[in-house]
């Protein structure tokens, strides 16, 4: 049966057009539902208040819920687990610290792979760790801290938030790489660590900025370095490592967004731009200042890089050290 000539048109032109509506970019329409922000830490800390600083400028921006959801069980492992069997498309955030990134070489089974599960969105903000010592050891620099442990072998001890933390990982990269014989004494997280080292019990620390921050302020630590590629803001006298004549031991405690692998590229790219243009602004930059974060909102694609290049040298140094994995 032959069709009428403006009939024929007409189903031809409705034919031609259904592409075009099949193919919208996800990301003209993202978000039209509340998004999960996963939190593998406890309410409270940093890393909750800096995902809380995104999730809630995110929801303003675009008029829905950014709901931020607290799963600090089994070391964060179980967060991050979870997100990387989520649906790939970004209703799902993970915010997560370096953990993501050490974890890996840390525990002989997770139910996740950083490098293969997870999408770099970018990374958000870092904070350097500090050496900082006990004021009665007399060493005022690092090269002098180097001499007096050489000096007296298996006397000094270090300090760290526990094993594993990248607290240990600092002082372990500064430790081997150095061949020094240098104890190292772990703690059930960074305030039991901050007090020992305080009291003089371990007269040394590796430890995140933040935390130490308001000790070396009112005196009762003494910074040595930072372990960032260039000096902090807030302790501009106090030089990297680097600058102190030990170079390639950077290392910083990290704030990521990660989303799970296979998520629409133009999704994520709508994400890092919003949240890149959040973490710049002036009052963001100053809270996270304030908690001793520098913001950083890296592309995906340098974030990509970083993960895979970290991933393979905190591996290294784990094993460097004979740090034992956990089961």
Do not use: C
């Amino acid at each position: 049966m032959k069709l009428p000539r403006r009939r024929f048109l007409q189903l031809a032109a409705g034919a031609a057009a259904l592409p075009a509506v099949s193919h919208v970019a996800p990301a003209q329409t993202y978000p039209t539902r509340q998004v999960r922000v996963i939190v593998p830490a406890a309410a409270g800390g940093p890393s909750d208040l800096i995902a809380r600083l995104i999730a809630q400028r995110l929801s303003e921006a675009w008029g829905q819920q950014f709901i931020v959801e607290n799963m600090p069980t089994g070391a964060g492992n179980v967060a991050v687990g979870m997100v990387a069997k989520a649906p790939p498309d970004g209703y799902t955030i993970l915010t997560p610290t370096s953990a993501v990134i050490v974890n890996p070489s840390l525990y002989a089974k997770l139910p996740y792979d950083t490098v293969r599960d997870f999408a770099a969105v970018t990374l958000a903000a870092a904070s350097p760790h500090v050496l900082a010592v006990n004021p009665t050891v007399p060493a005022k620099s690092v090269q002098e801290l180097i001499s007096l442990v050489k000096a007296n072998p298996g006397k000094y001890s270090y300090a760290s938030p526990g094993t594993g933390t990248t607290g240990q990982l600092a002082g372990e990269l500064f430790r081997v790489s150095l061949g020094l014989d240098l104890t190292h004494v772990p703690f059930n997280g960074a305030a039991p660590a901050i007090t020992s080292t305080i009291g003089g019990h371990t007269p040394i620390m590796f430890g995140a900025l933040p935390g130490v921050a308001p000790h070396i302020k009112d005196g009762s630590l003494r910074a040595l370095a930072v372990t960032s590629g260039k000096r902090d803001p807030g302790f501009s006298d106090v030089p990297t490592l680097g600058q102190a004549g030990v170079p390639d031991q950077e290392s910083e405690f990290i704030q990521a967004v990660l989303v799970p692998t296979g998520t629409p590229k133009d999704v994520i790219d709508k994400l890092y731009r919003e949240i890149a243009r959040i973490i710049n602004l002036p009052e963001v930059k100053e809270r996270l200042a304030a908690i001793g974060y520098t913001a950083v909102a890296n592309t995906p694609e340098e974030f990509s890089a970083q993960i895979k290049r970290d991933v393979a040298r905190w591996a290294k140094v784990i094993r460097e050290a004979g740090i034992k994995q956990i089961e």
